[in-house]
């Protein structure tokens, strides 16, 4: 079983950066990929970034271009730097570890897994 603790929510101005981190614990062998995904407030969970173990990254269309993902295996911990935030970028941010290899590996993330509790990311105009 893996616990995922997140930090580095909270509010910011609209053009501003955020940078979330979420360490992992656990059985190591589970957690070939790490990502975070976000849920607006009445929306659907929808992935942000994603990464492999090996250092392999995917972005969401609205993620790419602004957000970096990073990932240190010796912490089992990833990074999500946010910069030039935007309103729409307000959510719920989860931090998701699992096993996710392959071609497909990012149509993986989010099955079976676990997640982080969320953290609340709000951008202010």
């Known amino acids: 079983q893996v616990q995922l603790v997140e930090s580095g929510g909270g509010s910011v101005q609209a053009g501003g950066s955020l940078t979330l981190s979420c360490r992992a614990y656990?059985?190591?062998?589970?957690?070939?990929?790490m990502a975070w995904f976000r849920q607006p407030s009445g929306g659907q969970r929808e992935l942000v970034a994603g990464?492999?173990?090996?250092?392999?990254?995917a972005y969401g269309n609205s993620a790419r271009g602004r957000f970096t993902i990073t990932r240190n295996n010796n912490q089992n911990t990833i990074y999500l730097q946010m910069n030039n935030l935007r309103l729409e970028d307000t959510g719920v941010y989860y931090c998701?570890?699992?096993?996710?290899?392959?071609?497909?590996?990012?149509?993986?993330?989010?099955?079976?897994?676990?997640w982080g509790q969320g953290t609340q990311v709000t951008v202010t105009s």
């Open positions: 990464i492999t173990s090996g250092g392999g990254t």
């Open positions: 656990g059985d190591k062998a589970s957690m070939t990929a």
């Open positions: 998701y570890a699992g096993w996710a290899e392959g071609r497909v590996w990012v149509q993986m993330l989010g099955s079976g897994g676990s």
